[in-house]
C-alpha cells in the first residue's frame, strides 16, 4: 500500500515510534481482528483498535443497549438505548476512520455459526460476560490455531490472557476446567466503571502487540488487576494434564 500524506499524518505518532513505523503501520492496516462482545471492554478495545489503524474489524454482540450499559461502555449514548449495540458501535467506528472495513454480526455466538464467523480473522478478542460462550471461543480458537486474546471484569478487578494457538500451550481449559458454581459478571456483581476501560485498553494493547510482533507479550499468561490497591501482577498458565483439548 501506498502511504499518502493524509494517513501519515492521521497514524504519525505511531509511525515515528521506532517498533512500528511505516512497515508496522502497514502490518496493523492488513490485520483482521474479531472482537466478540460490545459492551464493557469491547467498547474500548473497538475504538482503539480503529484509532489504530486496523483495517478490518469484525464485532459480534446481538444485545440492545440498555440504560444500566452507559455508565462504561462508552461509545453508547442516551438516545442510543432500544438500537443494536453493533449497528451504534459501527457508526462510532465511521466517525473515527470511514476506511476500516467494519463487518458486523447481529446474533448471538453458537456453535453452528462460529466457524463462519472466525475463520474470517487472524486475531480474536473476547469481551463476552459468560462462560459457556468463553469455553465455545476458546475451544474453536484452540483447534484452528488462532490467536485468542481474552478479558474479563468484576467488581473492582480485572483479568486478562493471551493465547498463541500456532504454538503448543495452554487454553482457558487449563487454567479453569469448569464453570464455577457461583455466577461471577456484571449482571450479579457490580463493575467499577473505569476498570472495564482500563481491561479494554490492555487488551487493545496485546492485539497491537500481537500484530507487530513486539515481545515480552502474555502469551500463556494472566494480568490481573486490584483496581482497589491499584495493584497488577502476572500469573503463568501452564497445561492440564486433564485439559479435554489436549493442549
Same mark, same amino acid.
Do not use: W
Given at each position: 500500500?501506498?502511504?499518502?500524506?493524509?494517513?501519515?499524518?492521521?497514524? =504519525?505518532?505511531?509511525? %515515528?515510534? #521506532? *517498533? $512500528?513505523?511505516?512497515?508496522?503501520?502497514? !502490518?496493523? &492496516?492488513? +490485520? /483482521?481482528?474479531?472482537?466478540?462482545?460490545?459492551?464493557?471492554?469491547?467498547?474500548?478495545?473497538?475504538?482503539?483498535?480503529?484509532?489504530?489503524?486496523?483495517?478490518?474489524?469484525?464485532?459480534?454482540?446481538?444485545?440492545?443497549?440498555?440504560?444500566?450499559?452507559?455508565?462504561?461502555?462508552?461509545?453508547?449514548?442516551?438516545?442510543?438505548?432500544?438500537?443494536?449495540?453493533?449497528?451504534?458501535?459501527?457508526? =462510532?467506528?465511521?466517525? %473515527?476512520? #470511514? *476506511? $476500516?472495513?467494519?463487518?458486523?454480526?447481529? !446474533?448471538? &455466538?453458537? +456453535? /453452528?455459526?462460529?466457524?463462519?464467523?472466525?475463520?474470517?480473522?487472524?486475531?480474536?478478542?473476547?469481551?463476552?460476560?459468560?462462560?459457556?460462550?468463553?469455553?465455545?471461543?476458546?475451544?474453536?480458537?484452540?483447534?484452528?490455531?488462532?490467536?485468542?486474546?481474552?478479558?474479563?471484569?468484576?467488581?473492582?478487578?480485572?483479568?486478562?490472557?493471551?493465547?498463541?494457538?500456532?504454538?503448543?500451550?495452554?487454553?482457558?481449559?487449563?487454567?479453569?476446567?469448569?464453570?464455577?458454581?457461583?455466577?461471577?459478571?456484571?449482571?450479579?456483581?457490580?463493575?467499577?466503571?473505569?476498570?472495564?476501560?482500563?481491561?479494554?485498553?490492555?487488551?487493545?494493547?496485546?492485539?497491537?502487540?500481537?500484530?507487530?510482533?513486539?515481545?515480552?507479550?502474555?502469551?500463556?499468561?494472566?494480568?490481573?488487576?486490584?483496581?482497589?490497591?491499584?495493584?497488577?501482577?502476572?500469573?503463568?498458565?501452564?497445561?492440564?494434564?486433564?485439559?479435554?483439548?489436549?493442549?
Amino acid at each position: 500500500m501506498k502511504i499518502t500524506l493524509d494517513y501519515f499524518k492521521r497514524f =504519525e505518532k505511531q509511525i %515515528i515510534l #521506532k *517498533k $512500528i513505523g511505516i512497515a508496522g503501520q502497514k !502490518k496493523i &492496516l492488513s +490485520s /483482521k481482528v474479531l472482537v466478540v462482545g460490545a459492551g464493557g471492554l469491547g467498547c474500548p478495545l473497538i475504538t482503539y483498535l480503529a484509532a489504530s489503524g486496523v483495517g478490518k474489524i469484525g464485532i459480534v454482540d446481538f444485545d440492545k443497549v440498555e440504560l444500566s450499559n452507559l455508565n462504561r461502555q462508552t461509545l453508547f449514548k442516551t438516545e442510543d438505548i432500544g438500537k443494536f449495540k453493533v449497528d451504534q458501535v459501527k457508526k =462510532e467506528i465511521n466517525k %473515527i476512520n #470511514k *476506511k $476500516i472495513n467494519v463487518i458486523i454480526f447481529r !446474533k448471538k &455466538l453458537t +456453535s /453452528k455459526n462460529v466457524n463462519n464467523i472466525f475463520k474470517k480473522f487472524d486475531i480474536i478478542c473476547d469481551g463476552t460476560d459468560n462462560f459457556m460462550t468463553r469455553y465455545l471461543i476458546n475451544d474453536y480458537s484452540q483447534k484452528n490455531k488462532k490467536i485468542l486474546i481474552s478479558a474479563a471484569i468484576s467488581k473492582f478487578d480485572g483479568h486478562l490472557f493471551k493465547f498463541n494457538f500456532k504454538q503448543k500451550g495452554p487454553c482457558l481449559r487449563c487454567f479453569m476446567p469448569e464453570i464455577p458454581s457461583v455466577k461471577n459478571n456484571c449482571q450479579t456483581e457490580g463493575i467499577f466503571s473505569p476498570v472495564a476501560g482500563i481491561m479494554g485498553s490492555l487488551q487493545a494493547n496485546e492485539v497491537l502487540k500481537t500484530i507487530l510482533n513486539i515481545k515480552n507479550d502474555l502469551t500463556n499468561q494472566i494480568l490481573i488487576f486490584d483496581s482497589l490497591k491499584t495493584e497488577f501482577k502476572k500469573l503463568k498458565i501452564l497445561i492440564h494434564h486433564k485439559c479435554i483439548n489436549k493442549c
